[in-house]
């Protein structure tokens, strides 16, 4: 089966998945902001290949899923509302892997609804400190300025992340999402500072995977995270891309494989 595109009619309004659902447990997958589901495209087909139902959720307010109803949101509304996604997909459960922000709303999902929580593959873990936490906390929308003095930035820091043959169109595709997210963009942001991470890491009971590359934003965090939480299976990669998921996404399914098989 190819990878399909759905929406999903929910409690909270309409959310917009990729998936390739074949006979194996469940794998959820929740991007970073402004990402979307686009952001896991090219790592559905190979996990569905080593036997896993794959779906690949908008969170909401980014990529094509409706925004939380109420305009802004708590990191546990979004814990909802993903296990809310997890059954209306047919199932009794899933893995989540998760990233940046994705992982904050799987941690809360599986505190929240441990039931519904396999485990966790937690990839770059914005366990923030003190400085990032409150900006985080209190981020505006956005300003692209006249000449889009913002956006160009982020397409020359994306560009030069990646390999020649994929820059083109990871760089437009994540373009494409922070426009599409607009004034959304800082919810999911807001609402994950606002939590408390080091509780959540306590409360988790879920076999839990935390790994990063050594050249990722968010590698002090997710080291933090490691030692905090010890019963975790910590791996750093030293890949030279930044993109994993478009340049390895073999190499990284069958690491999320070996974990999930034990």
Excluded at 180 to 202: E, S, T, V
């Amino acid at each position: 089966m190819s990878i399909r595109r759905r929406y999903l009619d929910l409690s909270w309004g309409q959310a917009h998945v990729m998936q390739n659902l074949e006979a194996g447990p469940l794998i959820l997958c929740l991007h970073k902001v402004t990402s979307a589901s686009s952001f896991f495209q090219r790592l559905i087909d190979p996990l569905a290949d080593l036997g896993y139902s794959v779906a690949a959720l908008d969170l909401a307010g980014y990529g094509m899923s409706d925004p939380p109803p109420s305009g802004e949101a708590s990191l546990a509304w979004y814990g909802d509302a993903t296990v809310e996604v997890i059954q209306a997909l047919g199932f009794s459960s899933a893995w989540l892997l998760g990233n940046k922000t994705g992982v904050s709303v799987a941690m809360r999902a599986a505190v929240d609804h441990p039931e519904l929580v396999d485990g966790l593959l937690l990839w770059s873990v914005p366990y923030l400190f003190p400085e990032m936490q409150d900006y985080l906390a209190n981020e505006k929308v956005p300003v692209f300025g006249e000449g889009g003095e913002a956006i160009l930035k982020r397409w020359q820091k994306t560009y030069r992340s990646c390999s020649p043959e994929l820059a083109e169109l990871v760089a437009t595709r994540e373009v494409g999402e922070a426009l599409l997210a607009n004034h959304n963009h800082p919810i999911a942001h807001r609402a994950l500072a606002r939590d408390d991470h080091g509780a959540m890491l306590k409360a988790i009971t879920q076999r839990t995977l935390i790994f990063a590359n050594r050249d990722d934003s968010l590698l002090a965090e997710t080291q933090r995270t490691a030692k905090e939480m010890p019963s975790a299976t910590y791996t750093e990669f030293d890949w030279p891309v930044a993109f994993l998921a478009d340049e390895r996404p073999r190499e990284l399914a069958e690491f999320l494989d070996k974990f999930i098989r034990g």
